[in-house]
C-alpha cells in the first residue's frame, strides 16, 4: 500500500514513514502530503483512508490543482480535500464529512440504491428508525420528503448534523432525534465499536457501551405528533427501520404501524436468533404485501432468512399512489 502511494504523493515515503511512526505513537499531529505542488496536511485517518482506498481499487481518477486533492471513489462519489478540509459529495449532489465514508452504506445508499421508493417524494412523511450518519435522511429530503431521522448513538448523531448543515437547501426537511426505539420507554444501552459505528445495536455485545434514552414506537409518534407535525396531511408515511434488531420489538405496535402506507426494515434477525417470517406474518395481517430481498454480501453470507431487507406496501390506494411517483 505505501509503494502504492507513490502515485498519489511526490513524498510518499516520507509521507508513510511518518504515518507509521505517528499510528504507533512516536509522533503526533498531521501528515504532510505532497501533489500536484501543492501542501495537504492530512490526519492520520484521512491519510489512511486515501492510501487505503486507493490500492483496493476504489479510489481512481486522482489530480491535484488549485482547486484541490480530487479523486472519484467508485468513480462516482467525489473525494474533495482543500488544505487539510475533506468532503464527499455523492452522486445526487449531497456533501458528507470524511468521518461519513462507510464503504458499505455509500454504496448501499447511492451506488445500489437499495432505499429507493421513487423520484418524487413530494408530500411523503419518512420516520427513518436507524438513521446513522444521515445518508437515508438526506438521499429521501434530496428527493422531496419530509424525514424525521432517528439515531441514538450520539457519535452518529453528532456526524449527522454535520452532514444536514452541510446541506442547508435540505435542512428545513429533515428533523433529527437522539433517542433508540425499543419495546419500552426509559434507557437502553447500546453496544458499540467505535465513535462512529453503524452496526450499534441493544442486541449486540462490543467494546463500548453507550446508555441513551428509549421509547416505544407508539411514545415516538405521539412526540412527533405534539411537535406540530400531522401526519394525516402527507400523501404517503413511510416507516423505515435499520435499528439491528430492534424491528422484532416495533412491531408488537400493530395499531401504530397502521399508520403508515409503507414498511422497509433492514432486518437482523441474527442478533436475536430470528428470522424475517415474524415480521412478515405480522405486517402482512394489517393488510400489507411484503417482499425480502438481499441488499449486500453480508447478507448472502448470513443467509437471506436472518439479514436482508423486507418491503411491505399497504394494499389498495397506495399502490396507484406510488406507481405514479
Same mark, same amino acid.
Request: aromatic share 12%; proline share 2%.
Given at each position: 500500500?505505501?509503494?502504492?502511494?507513490?502515485?498519489?504523493?511526490?513524498?510518499?515515503?516520507?509521507?508513510?514513514?511518518?504515518?507509521?511512526?505517528?499510528?504507533?505513537?512516536?509522533?503526533?499531529?498531521?501528515? *504532510?502530503?505532497?501533489?500536484?505542488?501543492?501542501?495537504?496536511?492530512?490526519?492520520?485517518?484521512?491519510?489512511?483512508? *486515501?492510501?487505503?482506498?486507493?490500492?483496493?481499487? =476504489?479510489?481512481?481518477?486522482?489530480?491535484?490543482?488549485? +482547486?484541490?486533492?480530487?479523486?472519484? =471513489? &467508485? @468513480?462516482?462519489?467525489?473525494?474533495?480535500? /482543500?488544505?487539510? %478540509?475533506?468532503?464527499?459529495?455523492?452522486?445526487?449532489?449531497?456533501?458528507?464529512?470524511?468521518?461519513?465514508?462507510?464503504?458499505?452504506?455509500?454504496? $448501499?445508499?447511492?451506488?445500489?440504491?437499495?432505499?429507493?421508493?421513487?423520484?418524487?417524494?413530494?408530500? &411523503?412523511?419518512?420516520?427513518?428508525?436507524?438513521?446513522?450518519?444521515?445518508?437515508?435522511?438526506?438521499?429521501?429530503?434530496?428527493?422531496?420528503?419530509?424525514?424525521?431521522?432517528? $439515531?441514538?448513538?450520539?457519535?452518529?448523531? %453528532?456526524?449527522?448534523?454535520?452532514?444536514?448543515? =452541510?446541506?442547508?437547501?435540505?435542512?428545513?426537511?429533515?428533523?433529527?432525534?437522539?433517542?433508540?426505539?425499543?419495546?419500552?420507554? @426509559?434507557?437502553?444501552?447500546?453496544?458499540?465499536?467505535?465513535?462512529?459505528?453503524?452496526?450499534?445495536?441493544?442486541?449486540?455485545?462490543?467494546?463500548?457501551?453507550?446508555?441513551?434514552?428509549?421509547?416505544?414506537?407508539?411514545? =415516538?409518534? $405521539?412526540?412527533?405528533? %405534539?411537535?406540530?407535525?400531522?401526519?394525516?396531511?402527507?400523501?404517503? /408515511?413511510?416507516?423505515?427501520?435499520?435499528?439491528? @434488531?430492534?424491528?422484532?420489538?416495533?412491531?408488537?405496535?400493530?395499531?401504530? #404501524?397502521?399508520?403508515?402506507?409503507?414498511?422497509?426494515?433492514?432486518?437482523?434477525?441474527?442478533?436475536? +436468533?430470528?428470522?424475517?417470517?415474524?415480521?412478515? +406474518?405480522?405486517?402482512?395481517?394489517?393488510?400489507?404485501?411484503?417482499?425480502? &430481498?438481499?441488499?449486500? $454480501?453480508?447478507? #448472502?453470507?448470513?443467509?437471506?432468512?436472518?439479514?436482508?431487507?423486507?418491503?411491505?406496501?399497504?394494499? @389498495?390506494?397506495? *399502490?396507484?399512489?406510488?406507481?405514479?411517483?
Amino acid at each position: 500500500m505505501l509503494v502504492s502511494s507513490r502515485r498519489l504523493f511526490s513524498n510518499w515515503l516520507l509521507a508513510g514513514v511518518k504515518y507509521y511512526l505517528t499510528k504507533h505513537g512516536v509522533f503526533k499531529g498531521g501528515i *504532510i502530503a505532497k501533489c500536484g505542488g501543492k501542501k495537504y496536511v492530512l490526519s492520520p485517518w484521512v491519510y489512511s483512508l *486515501i492510501v487505503n482506498t486507493y490500492y483496493d481499487g =476504489l479510489l481512481r481518477n486522482v489530480s491535484c490543482s488549485n +482547486n484541490g486533492f480530487i479523486g472519484k =471513489l &467508485w @468513480g462516482v462519489i467525489d473525494l474533495i480535500i /482543500r488544505e487539510s %478540509n475533506g468532503l464527499l459529495r455523492v452522486p445526487d449532489g449531497i456533501l458528507l464529512t470524511l468521518e461519513s465514508f462507510d464503504s458499505v452504506v455509500l454504496a $448501499e445508499t447511492w451506488l445500489y440504491d437499495i432505499h429507493f421508493l421513487g423520484f418524487d417524494l413530494d408530500n &411523503w412523511f419518512v420516520l427513518d428508525i436507524g438513521a446513522y450518519i444521515g445518508d437515508t435522511a438526506l438521499y429521501y429530503a434530496k428527493r422531496g420528503a419530509f424525514v424525521v431521522a432517528i $439515531e441514538p448513538l450520539p457519535g452518529n448523531y %453528532n456526524v449527522m448534523l454535520r452532514n444536514i448543515e =452541510l446541506n442547508s437547501n435540505l435542512k428545513s426537511r429533515i428533523v433529527p432525534m437522539n433517542i433508540a426505539v425499543s419495546g419500552e420507554d @426509559g434507557f437502553v444501552e447500546l453496544g458499540y465499536s467505535a465513535s462512529v459505528n453503524g452496526g450499534a445495536s441493544i442486541y449486540n455485545a462490543r467494546k463500548f457501551k453507550s446508555k441513551v434514552k428509549s421509547m416505544k414506537l407508539s411514545t =415516538l409518534v $405521539e412526540e412527533i405528533i %405534539n411537535m406540530g407535525i400531522d401526519l394525516s396531511r402527507f400523501r404517503i /408515511r413511510v416507516l423505515k427501520m435499520d435499528c439491528k @434488531g430492534c424491528e422484532y420489538d416495533v412491531i408488537s405496535e400493530t395499531n401504530v #404501524l397502521r399508520l403508515f402506507d409503507i414498511i422497509k426494515i433492514e432486518y437482523s434477525g441474527y442478533l436475536r +436468533n430470528k428470522t424475517y417470517h415474524e415480521l412478515k +406474518n405480522t405486517i402482512e395481517a394489517l393488510g400489507f404485501k411484503c417482499r425480502n &430481498w438481499v441488499h449486500n $454480501e453480508i447478507a #448472502l453470507r448470513i443467509g437471506l432468512d436472518k439479514h436482508g431487507v423486507l418491503t411491505c406496501v399497504k394494499q @389498495g390506494e397506495v *399502490i396507484r399512489c406510488t406507481s405514479q411517483s
